[in-house]
């Protein structure tokens, strides 16, 4: 059974730090790309971030470069999001994605950021 599991969300204030994980099982971690996306009340889901199989190659939507790093450890079967700067703006549910193809396409259920004071 595939499973990814986010945590690590919560309520933080501007400029605060939060690291985000994914736990992933039921399927080979190690060969399958991983991603963070991101929905606010209101907007459609957007893409944050995104990591290869290997971990070799990062990319970032513009509004996140600098603040935000995506990484992962295929030994654990988990991949992270370290959180800097963090804005009132990054509120959102954080959702990871894991994808291999075309049609291998997993979704967790998603963790809530509050940035607030």
């Known amino acids: 059974q595939v499973q990814l599991v986010e945590s690590g969300g919560g309520l933080v204030q501007p400029g605060g730090s939060l690291r985000l994980s994914c736990a992933a099982s039921?399927?080979?971690?190690?060969?399958?790309?991983m991603s963070w996306y991101r929905q606010a009340p209101g907007k459609e889901r957007e893409l944050v971030c995104a990591?290869?199989?290997?971990?070799?190659?990062?990319n970032y939507a513009d509004s996140v470069k600098g603040r935000f790093t995506i990484s992962r450890d295929n030994a654990k079967n988990t991949v992270y999001l370290q959180m800097n700067s963090l804005k009132p703006e990054d509120t959102a549910v954080y959702y990871c994605?894991?994808?291999?193809?075309?049609?291998?396409?997993?979704w967790g259920k998603g963790t809530l950021v509050t940035v607030s004071s």
């Open positions: 039921g399927f080979t971690f190690r060969l399958y790309a």
């Open positions: 990591i290869t199989s290997a971990g070799g190659s990062t």
């Open positions: 994605n894991a994808r291999w193809g075309v049609n291998r396409d997993y």
